[in-house]
């Protein structure tokens, strides 16, 4: 009898028909649109279309690059015979799925229904419901609405175009002495060095090692300073200010030894720093970097921890983040050392060029060859042992007002983008496009002025070389 009733069971499921619910909307109102759906719809079977798997229903899942042909297809066979009752998309002013709502389109034709921002829904063959909602969202539209749209459609389109970009700096490879060099941009950090270099030359004195400031176009006397308290240390300097990448790239082409710790002048270390850093290469095949924990004064948010990955679900928050350790977590794989506080494998770090000087006047350069270095097989780990406590931004801040710094992260992660991701580059990008839109249009100045710059950003598009599964890269560093 119960054998009887579960194929009874399962030919009243067959029999049932279905109703494709297509989440075009971004995944923090996704789930109350496919409840609705649901709920309007109680006797269908809930197929839900969509790149994020749903709380409720069968999924067909969506991936990066798929055309509108191909989820029709994905959703032609998960219907499988049965019966389509009609579809439903979610029309908001964030979403952007177009090739998701021209699939629903095709498959319900008149039937498929509009459910709008407040999830009211109306279906497509009510041309005066229609109209009013038309008509309606276009008299709701604040000002710049279609400005910011416009833009975000030729970032996307510009982004399938391709032409060379400028290669930065290239190191000569050689040979590299067993030790430690420290590199430490500085730009009229005359005091954060007074502060910082006591704690970090005492820590070095068990190591075979160098210290090299680069002092960065200062006017405050770092160089007499270094050159009477110091005179051990190092000194290049440049008459004018120059970027991180092409400050900390000098350094590094005047380093003599063979793992190459760059340091900020804001950090103070801890005890056992770089002896905590350097033990992690002798535990990690074909290690590139040890990346340090990183605290923030008391009494500060902690916006730094050095475990960075991927952000599980971005929506409109930047899509890399740092997470708090876990009690005990040490030497976990992340996606790349902060420029900050970071020890490299110095032939390694030749051999990929240095930091790309593309990355003006700083910010995301370090993603960049940490990313460069995992399409190699060259892994970063993070060092809990090695700790530092990071006075943020108090060399940039001078110069730079906060709105400004924040526009250089967008800008420069958007060119991180163009120059160095492959496979994923679609996904990425139109996601990161999409962000800076629904930032934009809520008031946010780096997100507008990021949005400008965008589609110059992709003309500059090239087919950067790898050796990995990006996607899978991305998932095994995704948190």
Request: hydrophobic share 40%.
């Amino acid at each position: 009898m119960a054998r009887a009733r579960a194929a009874a069971a399962g030919r009243s499921y067959l029999n049932r028909p279905v109703y494709l619910a297509f989440a075009t909307s971004p995944p923090s109102a996704a789930a109350d649109f496919i409840d609705r759906v649901a709920e309007s719809n109680p006797e269908a079977v809930l197929l839900v279309v969509s790149r994020q798997r749903p709380r409720r229903g069968e999924w067909i899942e969506v991936r990066a690059g798929q055309g509108t042909g191909a989820i029709i297809a994905a959703c032609r066979k998960a219907i499988a015979g049965r019966l389509l009752a009609g579809a439903a998309i979610h029309a908001t002013r964030q979403g952007s799925e177009w090739r998701m709502r021209m699939a629903g389109l095709s498959l319900a034709g008149r039937d498929l229904r509009i459910y709008n921002d407040h999830l009211d829904h109306f279906p497509l063959r009510s041309a005066g419901v229609l109209w009013r909602h038309v008509r309606w969202r276009w008299r709701q539209r604040r000002r710049g609405v279609i400005w910011w749209n416009a833009l975000a459609s030729a970032a996307i389109f510009c982004a399938g175009r391709r032409s060379p970009t400028r290669a930065g700096r290239r190191l000569p490879p050689r040979e590299f002495k067993p030790g430690i060099s420290v590199v430490i941009p500085s730009r009229d950090g005359r005091d954060l060095l007074a502060s910082m270099l006591p704690a970090t030359l005492a820590d070095l004195t068990a190591h075979t090692a160098e210290v090299i400031v680069v002092d960065n176009g200062s006017t405050d006397g770092t160089a007499p300073f270094l050159a009477k308290e110091y005179p051990a240390i190092r000194l290049d300097s440049s008459a004018q200010p120059l970027s991180f990448s092409a400050a900390v790239n000098r350094g590094i082409e005047a380093a003599h030894y063979s793992h190459t710790v760059l340091l900020n002048n804001d950090m103070q270390i801890k005890p056992g720093f770089f002896a905590a850093l350097r033990s992690a290469f002798d535990r990690t095949p074909e290690l590139f970097c040890a990346t340090a924990q990183i605290f923030f004064p008391p009494g500060q948010r902690r916006e730094e921890t050095g475990l960075c990955f991927w952000r599980k679900q971005p929506d409109d928050e930047f899509p890399i983040y740092c997470a708090e350790p876990a009690p005990g977590e040490d030497g976990t794989l992340v996606l790349y050392g902060s420029g900050g506080c970071s020890m490299y494998d110095a032939r390694k770090l030749c051999e990929l060029g240095g930091f790309d000087e593309a990355y003006r006047p700083a910010y995301v350069e370090d993603l960049d060859i940490g990313y460069r270095a995992w399409q190699r097989g060259w892994p970063t780990v993070f060092c809990a042992d090695a700790q530092v406590e990071h006075r943020h931004r108090a060399t940039t801040s001078r110069y730079f007002t906060p709105d400004y710094l924040d526009y250089l992260v967008e800008r420069n992660y958007l060119r991180f983008l163009v120059r160095v991701t492959g496979d994923i580059f679609p996904q990425l990008w139109r996601e990161a496009i999409g962000r800076l839109k629904n930032r934009a249009l809520a008031g946010n100045k780096a997100a507008q002025r990021a949005l400008r710059q965008a589609w110059r950003e992709a003309l500059s598009r090239r087919q950067p070389p790898t050796r990995m599964n990006e996607q899978a890269h991305r998932e095994s560093l995704t948190r």
